[in-house]
Every structure is written in structure tokens, then in C-alpha cells.
């Protein structure tokens, strides 16, 4: 029973975790997207194929992998920027901002996607993992880079966390939520904070893809199975919301991960799906409340 | 009584009866030239025409955005493969694709119309995921090879009868099939039950209180639509000989969006019109590059900022003005 513990269900737990910081990464940034702009990212799954990309691009320019962990999103914050105020802004006031918004972020989606096959080739890539070995915790044998994942993703969302709700900055960001107009009529400039919070959100689903990049293979499509996920996240942690999306993330990757050592992996996904379906019959509103609002 | 509705499905009726003359000089040239490929290709056009035209019938009038359309028709296209293979009987894999989408329809209604706005786009976006996944992952299904080895058809109707290895005879057949499902769609929603998705599109707190139940007229629009994917999803095996599970993934479904989105949601034949265009767009531009995502991305991106009825949009007013004089007179 406790070989059972130490040798299969303890790294079986890790890896479950360390996917599920880079899925609440990817998830934060939609739900904070939705949160604000009110709008569902649907390029975001390729934005997250572009930080692999880019990781993947300068790592064989041969800058060392801690550096891309911040000059990756540091590059995709401008490119988000630009969406924002070129595409999403041109359409947010239309009739039917749901669709609008969801069916233009589509579009660029296509595009990034197509842009990705053109530069890159449609082959997956293998990077290198960075720090290999294992480490031995309690007679439990667990890969070093996972526990890394972990831990950096981990300061990152509580670095998120702290920023929206015990600095300046946040308080604005989180009074645009509430309300648009009071917040710009008392001085917040809801433009730049809607913008800077859209380059942001695709920003840390870009980290994610550097993160997860030595564990996946990278290629065009990657973001497509990935982004499924993090919409099942968001929809049960409660969309716009920052804690919902970390719980949520954290539960349902480790069903997967402990549903999976007694089915088939292939199933795992309709256990999660159906989670969320019961969720939605149960509680529409997910777990916590919105950005916000809560 | 011929309001503004009434003269926009008639200007429908028109642009079809025009599909269907150009479809006959195109099967009338095809068959002159003995041409195979651009008849198959504009026969999988009117096949992929049908489930836009189920996305329409979702978007257009009762404002759900379904991201997951091609479950619907790729369960068609599925069953029928598999009835054709155990009967080689048109009769019957039509028969089993219809009473599958009803079926697929009310199951996939019942758990997609628990929400509305961006979930509903997003369950039904998981619900094709997670379908496509699993028959990606069923060895009896054909796994991620599809299910090959569809026989070549004889389709009786009776006094006469069809080959589906003929080119022009099967494209007048899935011409006779999208058009007659088309007919179909537009009388239905020219019906009160057309009308009231419309109002449910326009205000769904306020249709309670006129006496109508929204879950029921929902579930209605979705079966509908449903059934109209599956009824299209059934006649690609016969074209192709095979189906894979790429009929059932996301880029299906996202084509789909694309197509309404281009030939005008709302107008039901538009999505026929649009899926002739996606097709040919796709064809030219394929001839000088593979990467014709970038173009038909930035196209429909366009598209949605400056052109929100589409194709549609800039051809429907003047016929709708030409029938509105028509009826003073």
C-alpha cells in the first residue's frame, strides 16, 4: 500500500500538478480577459503555441532557458497590446459583443496558427529539458523540472493574485470590471487598462507554452487540445474569476491525472467534461464569483 | 401578409432557385467535359453548405453560437458509413442518419441548452471535443484511420435509378438533397415556430410572458439544426468512400462558422452561397500557396469588422427592394 503511494500515485500526483499550473496559467489569463473585456479569447490556445515558439526560437539562438522566461512574455505583451487596440476594440461595441468578440479572436487565431506553420514547418519540435534528474522526497523519486514548473508557476499566480487584489494597479483593474463608466469617469483609463490586461492575460498563456514546451512537443496546433481545458477550467472555477480558475484548475487536472492510472487516458476527457456539465446544471455561475464582483 | 421577414425568406427562395440553375449548368458542363474533380468538389461545397446551414439556423435566428456543429455531422457521416457498409442501402443509411439526428439532437439540445451566450458556444465546443477524442481513441471506429471501404452505390428511386461513382449523378443528388433540406429550414422558420426563435434571439425574458416556453422552442432549433448536420454528414461517405475523425474536429465546425459568417448569417441560403465561395476561395488560393489559413483568417476577420451580413449583405437589399415594389403593385 505505501509502495503503491511512493511509487505510482505520488509522481503521478506531481505531474497532475505541474499540468495544472500550466492550465490555471493559460485559464487566468481567459478568465481575466472575460473578467474585464467580457470577451472569450479564442486565440488564446495559439498564443500559448506562440510563447513555445518563441522559447523555442531564441533557445536555439542560444539564450539560456531563465531568460526566456521573461523575455517571451515580455515579447508577446506588445503583440497582445496591438490586438486589442486594432482588432477587439473595432467591434467592441457592436450589437453582440459576445459573438463579435469570440468570432474575430477565431479569425486571428487562424491566422497566428497559419503564420506559426508558415515560419516553423508543421513537424513537431522536442526541446531539451532544461534541468534534468530527479530528486528523492520521502522515498518518492520525482523529475526536477516538474517540481520547478511548480514552484515558478505557483509564484506566478500568487504574484497575479497579489497584483489584482493588494496593489493600486489592481484596484483599477478590478473597479473596470465592476463598472466601466464610474471607473473612467473617476480618472482610471479604462482603454489602456482594457488593453494592457488583454496583452497580459495572452502573455501568461505564451509563459505556460514555455513552460510546458520541454514536456510536449511543440507544434502549430499544440494550443488546440490544450485550450480545451483551460474553457472547462474557467466555466467551473466561475468565468472572471481569479480563484475559481486556480481551484478549478487544480481539481480537475488531478482527476485526470488519478483518473487516469485505472482507464484509459482517452476517457479521462469525458469524466472532466462531464464535471463540467454537472457543474453548469448545478451552479451556472462556477465556483466563485467574478472579477470584480467578488 | 408580406412583411419584412416574409420578402427576406422570399429573396432566399430566389437566390436558391438561382444555386439551383448554376448547379444544373454545372452538372450539364461536368458531365458534357466528363470532368470528376471539380464535380466532387462542388459536390462536397453543397455537402459542407448543409451544416453551415445548421450553424445559420442556430446563429441566424435563435443566437446560439454552436462551435460544435460537425459532432452532429460527423455522427451522420459515421452511421451512415456504417449503415452503407453492413446494407450498401441509400434508403436505409438515410433512414438511420435521420432518426440519429433527432436522437444526437435532443441529447445534444438537452445538455447545451442548460446555458446560453459564450457557454453555450463553449459546451458545445467541449462536446465535439471530447466526442472527436474518443472516436479518435475506438479501435472498432477505425481509430484515427476512419472507416474505409464504403461501397459504390446503386440508389433506387423507384422508376430510375443513381450511381454514386457517377460524378454528375451524385452531384445532382446532394444538389436535390441540400436544396430540398434548404426548402425545408426556410418554410419551418417562415412558420410561428420561426418567428419565436427570432423573438427568442431578440429578447428571450420577454417570449415567456407572450406564452411560449423558451426551452422547448431552443431544444426545437437545435434539433432542427441537428438534424439537417447529420442529414449532410450522411452523404460525405458516399462521395469520399471513407470518413475520418477529422469530420468531427474543431476545424470543422470553425469552417462552418467561417462559411455562415461569409455568406451572411441570418439568411439560411447564404451558407450555401458561402460554402460555394469558401470552396473556391480555398481551390485558388491553394494553387499557389498551402497556406491558405492566412488568407481565409484575414478574409473573415474582414468580413466581421466591416461586412456583418456577409455575402448576403451586399446582394440581398436590392432583390428584397425589387420584391418589396413587386408586392405594392
Do not use: C
Not at chain 1, 468570432?103 to 529539458?129: I, Q, S, Y
Not at chain 2, 427576406?8 to 448547379?23: D, M, N, P, R, V
Not at chain 2, 471513407?242 to 462559411?259: D, K, Q, R
Amino acid at each position: 500500500m505505501l509502495e503503491y503511494a511512493q511509487f505510482v500515485l505520488a509522481p503521478q500526483i506531481v505531474t497532475g500538478l505541474a499540468l495544472g499550473v500550466a492550465v490555471i496559467l493559460v485559464a487566468l489569463g481567459l478568465t481575466i480577459i472575460f473578467g474585464l473585456l467580457d470577451v472569450i479569447n479564442m486565440s488564446h490556445g495559439e498564443f500559448y503555441a506562440l510563447g513555445a515558439f518563441i522559447a523555442l526560437a531564441l533557445g536555439q539562438v542560444g539564450l539560456p532557458f531563465w531568460l526566456l522566461l521573461v523575455a517571451v512574455p515580455v515579447l508577446i505583451l506588445p503583440i497582445g497590446y496591438a490586438v486589442e487596440r486594432g482588432l477587439i476594440q473595432r467591434v467592441f461595441h457592436s450589437e453582440d459583443r459576445h459573438v463579435t468578440t469570440l468570432l474575430l479572436t477565431f479569425g486571428f487565431g487562424l491566422v497566428l496558427e497559419d503564420a506559426l506553420r508558415l515560419t516553423f514547418g508543421p513537424n513537431p519540435f522536442k526541446p531539451e529539458t532544461p534541468i534534468r534528474g530527479t530528486i528523492e522526497i520521502l522515498g518518492t523519486y520525482l523529475p526536477l523540472y516538474r517540481l520547478f514548473m511548480i514552484v515558478v508557476g505557483g509564484l506566478i499566480i500568487a504574484g497575479t493574485a497579489l497584483v489584482v487584489y493588494r496593489t493600486r494597479l489592481g484596484a483599477m483593474v478590478r473597479a473596470a470590471a465592476f463598472d466601466r463608466n464610474m471607473a473612467a469617469s473617476l480618472g482610471v483609463p479604462v482603454e489602456r487598462v482594457y488593453a494592457g490586461a488583454f496583452a497580459f492575460g495572452v502573455a501568461l498563456a505564451g509563459l505556460a507554452g514555455v513552460l510546458l514546451a520541454p514536456i510536449y512537443s511543440v507544434f502549430p496546433t499544440m494550443g488546440r487540445d490544450f485550450i480545451l481545458m483551460a474553457f472547462t477550467v474557467i466555466i467551473v472555477g466561475g468565468m472572471g474569476s481569479i480563484g475559481g480558475a486556480v481551484i478549478a484548475g487544480l481539481f480537475l487536472t488531478q482527476v485526470q491525472a488519478i483518473a487516469s492510472l485505472y482507464i484509459s487516458p482517452v476517457w479521462t476527457d469525458p469524466i472532466v467534461f462531464a464535471i463540467m456539465v454537472l457543474m453548469l446544471m448545478v451552479r451556472p455561475q462556477g465556483l466563485r464569483g467574478r472579477l470584480g464582483h467578488a | 401578409m408580406r412583411d419584412e421577414l416574409t420578402i427576406k425568406s422570399h429573396a432566399g427562395y430566389w437566390l436558391a432557385a438561382l444555386l439551383l440553375l448554376a448547379g444544373l449548368v454545372v452538372a450539364g458542363v461536368g458531365f458534357a467535359t466528363g470532368d470528376v474533380f471539380y464535380l466532387r468538389l462542388a459536390s462536397e461545397a453543397l455537402i459542407f453548405g448543409g451544416l453551415a446551414l445548421s450553424v445559420d439556423i442556430l446563429l441566424g435566428y435563435t443566437g446560439l453560437l454552436s462551435l460544435g456543429q460537425a459532432l452532429h455531422f460527423g455522427l451522420g457521416a459515421y452511421v451512415s458509413a456504417l449503415a452503407l457498409i453492413a446494407t450498401q442501402s441509400f434508403w436505409t443509411a438515410m433512414g438511420v442518419a435521420l432518426a440519429a439526428g433527432v436522437l444526437g439532437g435532443l441529447v445534444g439540445g438537452f445538455i447545451a441548452n442548460r446555458v446560453r451566450g459564450v457557454y453555450f458556444a463553449l459546451i458545445t465546443f467541449g462536446m465535439a471535443q471530447v466526442s472527436a477524442k474518443v472516436v479518435y481513441n475506438t479501435r472498432s471506429l477505425g481509430a484515427s484511420d476512419g472507416l474505409i471501404g464504403v461501397p459504390v452505390l446503386d440508389i433506387n428511386f423507384g422508376f430510375f435509378s443513381l450511381s454514386s461513382a457517377s460524378p454528375t449523378a451524385f452531384f445532382l443528388l446532394a444538389l436535390a438533397i441540400l436544396l430540398l433540406l434548404y426548402f425545408l429550414a426556410a418554410y419551418l422558420l417562415d412558420t410561428p415556430f420561426g418567428r419565436l426563435l427570432i423573438a427568442v434571439k431578440a429578447n428571450e425574458r420577454r417570449v415567456p410572458f407572450l406564452g411560449y416556453r423558451t426551452a422547448t422552442l431552443r431544444l426545437g432549433s437545435y434539433v432542427l439544426a441537428a438534424t439537417i448536420a447529420t442529414l449532410s454528414g450522411a452523404l460525405y461517405p458516399m462521395l469520399r468512400g471513407f470518413v475520418s475523425p477529422e469530420l468531427l474536429f474543431f476545424s470543422t465546425s470553425g469552417n462552418a462558422v467561417i462559411t455562415v459568417i461569409l455568406g451572411g448569417a441570418g439568411t439560411l441560403v447564404g451558407a450555401l452561397y458561402g460554402s460555394v465561395l469558401l470552396t473556391v476561395i480555398k481551390s485558388v488560393v491553394g494553387s499557389w500557396t498551402e497556406h491558405h489559413l492566412i488568407v481565409i483568417g484575414l478574409l473573415f476577420m474582414v468580413v466581421v469588422i466591416f461586412l456583418p451580413n456577409g455575402l448576403m449583405g451586399l446582394i440581398q437589399p436590392g432583390i428584397r427592394a425589387r420584391l418589396a415594389r413587386g408586392g405594392r403593385r
